[in-house]
């Protein structure tokens, strides 16, 4: 049964402490994004990664940081650099970049 | 300016009705990609049919239709005999480029979807 499986869904994280979201796919997809979106929002790219030891800055990186040392895996952490943390995240994966992507569950974090 | 439009933020539809839900886009590329994405409250995306700039025939997938024109830049989609389960935020994306060149794909800001019964 393929997919995205995303770690917890719900998360709750004091200010000043880093978090790290999970992200795996075991779709064979070379392609991995993750995604922030605030209430009443579109998606906002946050980092993608096109293979495995590779990845690139999306449109609001600042605050944020991913490693991708396994093809089924982008973990995402939070730090505390990043100033408005509360918001749902969305891990997703596509075959190659600029193919249909395929989204997780969403991990919905709240930092207090 | 932006690259792609929803201008309904909201819709109220009654059941077994077919819904349009607008979407124009913004690219100079002759080679370009269009999705739809259909968000429930669970929050999960769920993707539901893809338009690419050079196909000849408006995209289909079950009760999903594309209303595809290029002209007008315009990728409108259609839900034919709408269902309560259609209720959900439904978000228009686009590549910008052709697949091989590994353009990131833009979403829109969305239209929420509320069937009524």
């Known amino acids: 049964d393929g997919g995205i499986t995303q770690s917890p869904k719900y998360l709750f994280r004091k200010e000043g402490q880093n978090v790290t979201l999970s992200c795996e796919q075991n779709?064979?997809?070379?392609?991995m994004y993750w995604y922030r979106q605030d209430p009443g929002q579109g998606l906002r790219l946050i980092y993608y990664?096109?293979?495995?030891?590779?990845?690139q800055k999306g449109d609001i990186a600042e605050g944020y940081s991913v490693s991708r040392e396994k093809k089924e895996s982008f973990p995402l952490t939070v730090t505390s650099a990043q100033k408005n943390p509360t918001a749902f995240y969305l891990c997703?994966?596509?075959?190659?970049?600029?193919?249909?992507?395929?989204f997780g569950p969403g991990t919905r974090l709240t930092v207090t | 300016a932006q690259k792609i439009t929803q201008t309904q933020p909201g819709m109220f539809v009654q059941e077994k009705e077919a819904v349009t839900l607008d979407c124009t886009y913004d690219t100079s590329d002759p080679s370009y990609g269009l999705f739809w994405y259909k968000q429930p409250s669970s929050g999960e995306m769920i993707f539901l049919i893809y338009q690419g700039s050079y196909d000849q025939q408006n995209a289909t997938e079950g009760r999903y239709s594309l209303n595809f024109q290029k002209a007008r830049k315009s990728a409108n989609l259609v839900i034919s005999a709408s269902q309560l389960g259609d209720s959900a935020m439904y978000f228009c994306?686009?590549?910008?480029?052709?697949?091989?060149?590994?353009?990131?794909?833009?979403f829109g800001k969305g239209t929420r979807l509320h069937i009524l019964p």
């Open positions: 997703a994966s596509s075959i190659k970049e600029g193919y249909e992507q395929y």
């Open positions: 990664s096109q293979i495995v030891n590779d990845f």
């Open positions: 994306a686009m590549r910008e480029g052709p697949l091989n060149r590994d353009d990131k794909i833009i």
């Open positions: 779709l064979n997809h070379d392609a």
